[in-house]
């Protein structure tokens, strides 16, 4: 069986993938080091705006597959708070005081590379012979 490209469905998720991560990169940038109340906000679009606009872009690009999108960035989003975490504490040292800077960029790097996993899984697919 031959595999080829769905050229349509890359461009629309990599469009959405790179405009999430631009979104989030932008609320990251624009809070500094601050993490307190007034930037709370922002701090959630880092985490939730990657996630979310791949999912408009996979819907967009393959509506019938709603729920397995609904599926895939839902877990892309959850599971990235523990691996983030988790990641950032094997990193640093225990008790030292953070701004949780690593966390965030982890997060962005994370859901740049599960996107681009989501987007080549889902644009190849077996040619019909």
Request: net charge positive.
């Amino acid at each position: 069986m031959q595999q080829r490209i769905d050229l349509r469905t890359v461009i629309i998720m990599l469009t959405a993938l790179a405009l999430g991560l631009a979104w989030a990169s932008y609320n990251l940038i624009s809070v500094g080091p601050a993490r307190n109340d007034e930037v709370i906000h922002a701090l959630v679009w880092t985490v939730f705006a990657t996630p979310l606009l791949l999912f408009m872009g996979w819907l967009l690009a393959r509506r019938q597959e709603l729920r397995l999108a609904a599926f895939c960035c839902f877990c892309l989003y959850f599971f990235t708070f523990f691996i983030a975490q988790r990641m950032e504490s094997f990193f640093l040292e225990p008790g030292a005081a953070t701004d949780h800077g690593l966390y965030f960029r982890l997060v962005l790097v994370i859901h740049g590379l599960g996107g681009i996993s989501f987007i080549y899984w889902r644009a190849f697919r077996q040619a019909h012979s």
